[in-house]
């Protein structure tokens, strides 16, 4: 509050430099709850937990083991194989129910992962607006000029299939797209006259970035994250295909796909089950994503419930 105090007075100039000027920033939790009143993320969200349920507690469903024989090879389904057996007479359901726990965590742990690098990139390159943001930007450019599943091959093919190796290059691919927006969102909010009068106060540098600008930008990077989640998804289970996972041996929706390709005609299930759960879990990311950014932009707010 400004004391009463001549128009001269020190004091007005001092709270009228203090006073923020700023506006309360969008909260995840409230953007969420907004973004669950379009059916676009209720769907979303529904696919996605039931895939992860699915990956959760699947193991403990399983009627067989990942790697159990419990018939002839490419039988159809029927009797102790709901869904046939794949080209080693192993139960294809109990492998579906076995196969996304891998993919799953891969993918959140490098998603995660590289949404904090890439967002750390992005606020300190809008907030210096010097030599350091050309760095910063120029080295983002360099890496995204390389395609997302080549650097993945790479890595793989240089240091070896391990999963640590697989989470930090497919993290490596998203830090410079989570930068970019990162620093798109923060840049209008460097400006604005709270940041302006939180540095004339004196508040350090790295509360500023997470404290006032981060709450600013919140929206596009939770439509950007779900975006990496999905293109991480579709990596892992493409490196799996290709026959880079981190065990061959174990139960990968990826790898369910590679070794039933050959038996579409005879078996489809083999192939067709884990293609169709990566299809309804990019789907469901997708989804989510959609209505995160639809909701944070004014777009069917009238019509939340359509």
């Known amino acids: 509050m400004i004391p009463a ?11 009228a430099v203090t006073v923020p000027l700023g506006t309360p920033p969008i909260r995840a939790t409230s953007l969420l709850r907004r973004s669950l009143r379009l059916w676009r993320t209720r769907i979303g969200v529904l696919l996605v937990g039931l895939l992860v349920l699915l990956a959760i507690v699947g193991p403990f469903l399983a009627p067989h083991g990942p790697s159990t024989p419990v018939g002839v090879p490419n039988s159809l389904p029927g009797g102790k194989a709901v869904l046939g057996t794949d ?12 196969g ?21 990139i992005g606020l300190v390159a809008a907030y210096a607006r010097n030599a350091l943001d050309d760095v910063l930007m120029r080295a983002m450019d360099v890496i995204m000029a390389f395609p997302q599943i080549m650097l993945a091959l790479v890595a793989v093919a240089v240091v070896g299939p391990h999963a640590w190796v697989i989470v930090v290059a497919i993290a490596l691919t998203t830090v410079p797209r989570i930068a970019r927006v990162a620093r798109g969102a ?20 790295w ?10 930008t919140l929206g596009p990077l939770m439509v950007e994250a779900s975006l990496r989640m999905t293109y991480s998804i579709g990596v892992i289970a493409a490196l799996a295909f290709l026959g880079l996972s981190t065990d061959p041996n174990q139960a990968n929706w990826g790898t369910m796909i590679q070794e039933n390709q050959l038996d579409l005609a005879v078996q489809p299930w083999g192939a067709v089950a884990p293609i169709i759960a990566i299809a309804l879990l990019t789907m469901g990311t997708g989804l989510i994503g959609d209505g995160i950014a639809r909701t944070a932009a004014g777009i069917d707010r009238s019509r939340g419930a359509e």
């Open 186 to 205: 923060a840049l209008p909010v460097v400006e604005r006259d709270f940041i302006a009068s939180a540095e004339a106060m004196g508040v350090q540098r």
């Open 207 to 216: 509360r500023i970035l997470f404290v006032d600008l981060l709450p600013n």
């Open 5 to 15: 105090a001549g128009p001269e007075s020190p004091t007005s100039y001092v709270a």
């Open 100 to 120: 996304g726990r891998s993919i799953l965590i891969t993918a959140l742990i490098a998603t995660a992962l590289g949404l904090v690098v890439g967002v750390v």
């Open 87 to 98: 080209y080693l007479g192993q139960d294809v359901l109990s492998r579906l129910l076995y």
